[in-house]
């Protein structure tokens, strides 16, 4: 049996109790199994944390993820909490976590399965078997670069200024990921960027080929440019494996490829850190949906999501690519069996619970295991 592994559960907020209720169901199978043993610990975040504490993260539960192999996040945010200061809200307890711990890359895969490919806009024959990654680097480009803001002019008017900027360690360190990411999948890294027309795009590009020459011969590059890459993802998006890009165009481009596949309560996420010198890195898995507070508390709420942010962790922090198969497979048979959340409900399929799904997925896993 695998070693321990100290994993970190913050539900958060709305529906992010009730989805990672099932995640602890899975987790407790796999110790009951034999198969790996986590040793858990639960905090708060967000505003089940303001309410207990008066601050949507201490430092005592951000101490606690520092130390943690892996934090597995719910959802943090809803209406009680919107009118509280800037510095109170919900979100603040996720964006601090992402800053504190240096989560420079962004994990977003898109994943067609096979029972869902009507939930698609896009025809079947374009996405079906559909597996691709979007690496998003997370915490530079544009969203942050100096000088920024809104100045008034002499003549009264305004201008508005955002700085796009990278350095070399910058981009290397999150193609880097692409790369080793790549090498566990098709072994191949599209680079996306603007070199026609962005100084940072040509840095871009040059850093990741001179990245790529120097370390992952083996592995496939491709250079593209971001516009030609959305056009791409919708005419061909099979054409990808791994995906990476900066901050602004990883963000359209992700919710691009994420509708790919029809379903918010479906996508899983990773934010990972640098790799220590025993190579672990600091990592958050999170559901993309936010805390869905129209449905919270009534046991309506999708738990795929979290479950495959879970398949996640045990893949890209414990290297149990087997095990993480396994989740992914016991998702694809409850999904074929016909059972579904009402937000992926089709016709002749049954509408269940969050608790039923999560009971369809462990009855999956024996028979999977
Ligand atoms: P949302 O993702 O919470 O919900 C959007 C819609 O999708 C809702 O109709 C919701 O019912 C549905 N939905 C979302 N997840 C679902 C699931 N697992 N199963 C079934 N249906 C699901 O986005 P929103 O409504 O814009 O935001 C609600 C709150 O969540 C806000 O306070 C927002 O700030 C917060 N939020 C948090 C995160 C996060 O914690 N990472 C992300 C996005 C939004």
Not at 110 to 123: C, E, N, Q, R, Y
Not at 172 to 189: D, I, M, P, S, T
Not at 324 to 339: I, P, R, T
Request: proline share 5%.
């Amino acid at each position: 049996m695998a070693a321990n592994k100290k994993i970190l559960l913050l539900p958060g907020d709305g529906i992010g109790p009730e989805v990672m209720r099932q995640v602890g169901r899975v987790v407790e199978w796999f110790d009951r199994r034999r198969i790996a043993t986590f040793d858990v610990t639960e905090g708060l975040c967000g505003g089940a944390a303001y309410d207990k504490h008066g601050t949507p993260l201490t430092d005592e539960t951000l101490a606690e993820a520092q130390r943690s192999d892996a934090v597995l996040f719910g959802a943090v945010g809803g209406p009680k909490w919107d009118n509280l200061p800037f510095n109170l809200k919900p979100e603040r307890g996720l964006l601090r976590l992402r800053k504190e711990m240096d989560l420079f890359a962004n994990l977003r895969p898109a994943m067609v399965f096979d029972p869902l490919i009507g939930a698609s806009t896009l025809k079947p024959e374009v996405i079906q078997g559909l597996d691709i990654m979007i690496l998003r680097e997370l915490t530079g480009g544009v969203y942050f670069g100096e000088p920024r803001g809104i100045t008034t002019l002499p003549d009264g008017s305004r201008r508005g200024v955002d700085t796009q900027v990278y350095t070399t360690a910058e981009i290397q360190r999150v193609a880097r990921v692409g790369f080793e990411l790549a090498r566990k999948r098709k072994n191949r890294v599209t680079s996306v960027e603007k070199a026609n027309v962005m100084h940072t795009g040509v840095l871009w590009r040059e850093e990741v080929q001179k990245l790529h020459d120097a370390e992952y011969k083996d592995v496939e590059l491709a250079d593209m440019y971001a516009d030609n890459c959305a056009m791409q993802l919708v005419r061909n998006p099979r054409q990808f494996d791994v995906i990476v890009t900066d901050n602004l165009f990883g963000d359209l481009l992700s919710d691009c490829a994420a509708m790919l596949t029809g379903s918010l309560g479906m996508l899983p996420s990773a934010s990972l850190g640098a790799a220590d010198s025993s190579g672990r890195r600091k990592a958050l898995y999170e559901p993309v949906h936010g805390s869905a507070p129209d449905i919270a508390g009534k046991d309506l709420a999708n738990p795929l999501a979290s479950l495959l942010s879970f398949a996640m962790m045990l893949r890209y922090s414990f290297d149990m690519a087997e095990e993480a198969k396994l989740v992914e497979n016991a998702v694809q048979a409850a999904l074929k069996s016909g059972v579904r959340t009402s937000d992926i409900l089709q016709p002749g399929t049954a509408r269940v619970s969050t608790t039923v799904m999560g009971d369809t997925i462990l009855r999956e896993l024996e028979k999977l295991a």
